[in-house]
């Protein structure tokens, strides 16, 4: 009876740390024979998620469990990754409305609904285990997650500016080139390692033309500064910002005595990021227009 206790202390300690996830052979090797399994689905303790893959249905199926219960459902190889991954790893807080998991290539098996499967070799480098799962590493997940609709180089940009460096991430794309989003991502890294602002400038232009907008004019001269776009008529200047892991205190500094000045010389000042032109530039554009039409 000893022995029963405590394989059935450390079964509930793994249900536990698994969110009330288990897999057949985790099962059978914390000392569950097969009959005992079914006993358990059977009398309802237990839910079958997939082939071989249980929840403990004592406790509330959470996000957690789900997606731990649909990587699990493909086999041993299989991995977290995209948005999935991103949650796991608290890059977002939304919690995804598909699970994507990655599988090797060799792997077979149908797509599970709520599943979206990827089959890809992913190098040994961009997987590590974060508790108990396989998941994309830090560097692939931001790449993968920036990529996605609902993540966005928002994600990138966080990442870049709290968790991860930017070297990281333009290696793991090397690493992982012909990948589902390898195109948006690079535009993002090539944004991120120092053409943000100027392709942020190039848009503003193509908005304030495709606008039929006039009385705009670039690098724009006012006391010791220079403006980006300047409404000079209207005193409306409008500066653009690349993205946020590029400030430091002494830049930030700068941002705000310069915008004073201009403030105290008459100026409205509109800042905008290259996030925000281009994930919303029709946003920018309103902004823009409101500005000089009030004045």
């Known amino acids: 009876m000893g022995g029963v206790?405590?394989?059935t202390g450390m079964l509930e300690e793994f249900l536990r740390r698994h969110d009330g996830v288990i897999t057949?052979?985790?099962?059978?090797?914390?000392?569950?024979?097969?009959?005992?399994?079914?006993?358990?689905?059977?009398?309802?303790?237990?839910?079958?998620c997939a082939n071989g893959v249980y929840f403990a249905d004592d406790r509330p199926f959470?996000?957690?469990?789900?997606?731990?219960?649909a990587v699990w459902s493909h086999g041993a190889m299989a991995t977290a990754s995209g948005l999935t991954a991103a949650w796991w790893l608290g890059l977002v807080s939304t919690e995804p409305g598909e699970?994507?998991?990655?599988?090797?290539?060799s792997s077979h098996g149908s797509r599970a609904a709520g599943v979206r499967v990827r089959r890809r070799d992913l190098d040994e480098q961009d997987v590590f285990e974060a508790r108990g799962l396989r998941v994309t590493g830090l560097a692939l997940t931001v790449l993968e997650a920036s990529a996605r609709r609902g993540g966005g180089p928002k994600v990138m940009?966080?990442?870049?500016?709290?968790?991860?460096?930017?070297?990281?991430?333009?290696?793991?794309?090397?690493?992982?080139?012909?990948?589902?989003?390898?195109?948006?991502?690079?535009?993002?890294?090539?944004?991120?390692?120092?053409?943000?602002?100027?392709?942020?400038?190039?848009?503003?232009?193509?908005?304030?033309?495709?606008?039929?907008?006039k009385g705009w004019q670039t690098n724009f001269p006012a006391g010791p500064y220079v403006i980006d776009f300047a409404f000079p008529r209207q005193r409306v200047a409008v500066e653009i910002d690349g993205w946020a892991f590029h400030s430091d205190g002494a830049a930030f500094q700068n941002d705000r005595k310069r915008q004073n000045w201009l403030a105290l010389h008459g100026w409205q000042v509109l800042r905008f990021t290259w996030l925000d032109i281009t994930q919303h530039p029709e946003r920018v554009l309103a902004q823009i227009c409101a500005a000089v039409s009030a004045r």
Do not use: F
């Not at 057949?24 to 079958?48: E, K, N, T």
């Not at 959470?62 to 219960?69: D, E, H, L, N, V």
């Open 99 to 105: 699970c994507e998991v990655t599988v090797p290539r």
């Open 157 to 213: 940009d966080a990442a870049l500016q709290r968790r991860i460096g930017l070297a990281d991430l333009q290696r793991a794309h090397i690493r992982n080139r012909g990948r589902y989003g390898a195109a948006a991502a690079r535009r993002m890294l090539d944004a991120a390692a120092g053409g943000a602002r100027s392709e942020a400038e190039r848009l503003v232009i193509q908005l304030l033309r495709g606008a039929g907008i």
């Open 62 to 69: 959470t996000p957690a469990a789900r997606i731990r219960a």
């Open 24 to 48: 057949l052979a985790q099962a059978r090797s914390s000392g569950l024979s097969h009959s005992a399994i079914l006993r358990r689905v059977h009398s309802g303790q237990w839910r079958r």
């Open 5 to 7: 206790r405590v394989r």
